[in-house]
DNA sequence: CTAGCTCAGTTGGTTAGAGCAGCTGACTCT
DNA sequence: AGAGTCAGCTGCTCTAACCAACTGAGCTAG
């Protein structure tokens, strides 16, 4: 029955075309819309936070959510940070699932990526160098690498999901592991990689990530947990 | 504040080691345990539960929930018809996101698919067959195809995440579009699939799931809407 | 006249207490 | 011994009141 309250709040979005950031009904007014108390509102309407398809912004109103992956990262991280307590290898099959996806994906970028993101990604690696010589190899960087490759698929969604990945791993990471990474070795493959997939060289760049992600799994696995 | 009830219960389990399934505190118990009212609990309990954490069964108690991808999955489909109504091609997005990630792991499964899976394959496209004489081929055995498939890359979180972008699809298709399959075409290219994973011919299957792909694709396109 | 402050009104956040509804298990009656 | 019943747990919903964050109109001081 509180099911249903979120389904109904949910037709009003969809049946009203309303986009993101628009503004719904106050709670008085969805108790006498929906003929239901003001708790079962806030209910449904958390729950449809917590799904991202509501935001709600206290004393200023509720509105459309933005229907990113951001819940998707909170779910997937809880999923694996309690696996990781469990025993078992669930950062490991975070990785797999990530490399998976992604070396799929860099055979159909090679070649295919826009000038100027090419220009882009020189200088994130170039920072990427910088930042090794200084100590170690911002993530945020790595992020930006990633998120700047995938652009040029043109597909926002398919973006999304690969950040929300990206994320998730890389908040279980620094949650549970200590990795000491080679930033040098770091560097390098990010340049391999980008080498590759400027000359439109689809086999070289797969290796390439392949290589890449083999390098997070071996310090993965040797690295004790904190 | 809320934020921090729902990270508190968080903790319980994450601390607690607690397995899918594991008895949480009742309601009055948090409202003790956590210093809050009965109505904070359970505004933080239904997040949790959306996000798939907990599960909540009336009259009997609350459990930690089976991390399963069906948070994910409303999430996806509802930000698909969404995006739909308001004249975007989320649809095909979603589809599009299938293709990069299957056709990336077909080339993995070519030739490591275990010989109890080709056999359940090999049923299942009969079925296929079957179905497709009769007026056309169901979607649960569209589904036990591809799942059985990615069953051989030995990752549940992999299968699970296919699973659900497979799902989140065919809702959002059922709801919207009034598709049109041909089940002879249907039914060919999934026995090309196959034949190809069997003989270990990777680039064979990589470009018979993109083949399939297509033709979905293709009805997708020349569909009119409902 | 304007810049800044104040305060009232609106909106979501939290608490409290009461009663309803589904499920389980022990008790009772046949 | 078996089936029906009921007491007790559990979560579900409602009402009513007050707290807290934000907005915007109006006031005050410069």
Redesign the pocket.
């Known amino acids: ?5 979120q389904e109904r709040i949910k037709r009003l979005i969809i049946d009203g075309r309303l986009p993101s950031g628009a503004s ?8 006498e819309l929906l ?9 449904a ?2 729950a449809l ?1 917590a799904m991202g398809i509501v935001e ?7 509105y459309v959510g933005p229907m990113s992956m951001a819940p998707m990262i909170e779910g997937l991280t809880f999923r694996t940070v309690a696996g990781h307590y469990r025993g078992e290898d669930s950062l490991l099959q975070l990785l797999e699932l990530r490399e998976a996806v992604e070396t799929g994906l860099i055979a159909r970028l090679a070649g295919r990526v826009p000038a100027a993101d090419l220009a882009e990604l020189d200088a994130t690696v170039a920072r990427m160098r910088t930042e090794a010589a200084a100590g170690g190899v911002q993530a945020e960087t790595d992020r930006a690498f990633h998120a700047t490759l995938h652009r040029g698929l043109e597909n926002l969604l398919l973006s999304e999901v690969l950040e929300a990945f990206w994320d998730a791993f890389h908040r279980v990471r620094t949650d549970l592991v200590a990795v000491h990474a080679d930033p040098e070795t770091t560097v390098r493959q990010h340049e391999e990689i980008l080498a590759a997939v400027r000359d439109g060289d689809g086999p070289r760049a797969e290796r390439a990530v392949r290589d890449h992600f083999d390098n997070i799994r071996h310090r993965l696995r040797s690295s004790g947990e904190r």
């Not at 003929?35 to 209910?43: I, K, L, Q």
């Open positions: 029955m509180a099911r249903d309250i719904l009904p106050t709670e008085p007014e969805l108790m003929g239901v108390s003001r708790n079962s509102v806030r209910e309407l958390k936070q709600i912004r206290h004393g200023f109103g509720t």
